[in-house]
């Protein structure tokens, strides 16, 4: 049963990964401004993730999202906060970068955990860690804007507000938190519309905005969340660097944005690092 319950996991986890790979350059592709874009994005990520959840969980969905309580809204707030972050930040920099940013979540969600709840840092985290961010730097230190850009600051701005979010959903894992990702989506979408934000969006750029908002996102994250609970968290943020690997060269096709040799070395450092970080936790998780 636990190797049946292991390889649908492994089957769930990937298939989400492999969906949400064109999301960035669905952003892209999008000629709206970043907050039309995100308040479209928000709204209809919201509409889907409730009527999976009201499939799922019928009469008892009121029941399920007030048992969540004041972490459910915490994590509400990151979760809009953190998807209009992440689509401003795409607008204004190179995909490979905010990629690379946002895949430092890991890290800042163990000083998360430390801070919040004082879980012992594990020494691989500690160690892996500086690497890690010099692989950052050198890959976005190599962007024409230099590493201080506002588009390098905003996936910063995201990844903490992501790794948070981790924090939330790992420490109170009892509970189902995709609920809170479609409240942050109204959450969103209602702060954008208040703040004046234009609606107004071309055919061909409304298309993109369904399947992105209808498609794509909601099913990676059901997808994921769902593998997730059958995986590791080790092994879930080993398959979820496929979408850093894989997301740059697909909007180097599509759209024609260059990925630089800073951006490859860094990168690849990253990565590296990341995959021997995760590999030793599942090493370490299979010996205890």
């Known amino acids: 049963m636990a190797s049946s319950e292991h390889t649908r996991g ?94 430092l979540s890991p890290f800042w969600a163990a000083v998360w955990t430390r801070t919040t709840v004082g879980t012992k840092v594990a020494r691989r985290t500690l160690i892996s860690m500086p690497f890690a961010l010099a692989g950052v730097a050198i890959a976005v230190g190599g962007a024409s804007e230099g590493l201080f850009s506002q588009g390098n600051f905003y996936a910063l701005c995201c990844s903490l507000g992501l790794s948070a979010n981790l924090t939330i959903v790992r420490v109170k894992k009892q509970f189902d938190m995709v609920p809170t990702a479609a409240c942050g989506g109204f959450l969103g979408c209602v702060t954008l519309a208040l703040a004046g934000t234009d609606p107004n969006v071309s055919s061909e750029d409304f298309a993109l905005l369904l399947v992105l908002g209808l498609v794509i996102l909601p099913a990676a994250m059901a997808l994921i969340t769902l593998g997730g609970r059958l995986l590791p968290s080790p092994e879930t943020a080993l398959l979820l660097l496929g979408e850093t690997a894989l997301s740059p060269p697909l909007a180097a096709w599509v759209i024609g944005e260059s990925i630089s040799g800073q951006a490859i070395i860094g990168g690849s450092l990253l990565l590296i690092v990341l995959v021997i970080h995760a590999t030793l936790g599942i090493r370490d998780l299979r010996s205890s």
């Open 10 to 103: 492994l089957l769930l986890t990937s298939v989400g990964v492999l969906v949400i790979v064109p999301d960035a350059t669905f952003v892209r592709l999008v000629d709206a401004p970043s907050m039309t874009n995100a308040m479209w994005r928000t709204g209809l990520l919201g509409v889907s993730l409730t009527l999976f959840l009201a499939a799922r969980y019928r009469g008892d969905l009121f029941n399920v999202l007030r048992s969540l309580g004041g972490w459910g809204i915490v994590a509400s707030v990151l979760s809009g906060s953190g998807t209009i972050l992440f689509v401003v930040a795409v607008d204004r920099a190179p995909v490979s970068n905010v990629l690379l940013i946002l895949a």
